[in-house]
């Protein structure tokens, strides 16, 4: 009885909360925070984090075919590095959705 009293305040909470609307694209004071925010994402998608990106997955591939790693634990690897640089197409194709549904 009580998680069905907890579910339900929970659910009216929810219905009834509205956005945040401060919520501006660089709000006052943020600049050094998103130049930092910039260059973080620039090191992590540039050439350099591409090519180490490529040589991982080459040398986990060549690891696993070689049956010096477990392919669970490989796989692991090559996928995070998908969702790493297809982060951007991930966020944008669930925003699509979101403001098509």
Do not use: D, E, H, K
């Not at 006052?28 to 973080?40: M, T, Y």
């Amino acid at each position: 009885m009580l998680s069905f009293r907890l579910a339900t305040a929970v659910a009216m909470l929810v219905a009834t909360t509205q956005p945040a609307l401060a919520q501006a694209a660089n709000p006052q004071g943020s600049g050094p925070i998103v130049a930092a925010l910039a260059w973080l994402q620039g090191t992590l998608l540039g050439n350099v984090a591409t090519a180490v990106a490529v040589m991982a997955v080459a040398a986990v591939g060549f690891m696993m075919l070689t049956g010096r790693m477990n392919w669970r634990f490989g796989a692991t690897v090559i996928i995070g590095v998908f969702i790493l640089f297809g982060a951007g197409a991930i966020v944008s194709g669930i925003q699509s959705a979101v403001a098509a549904g």
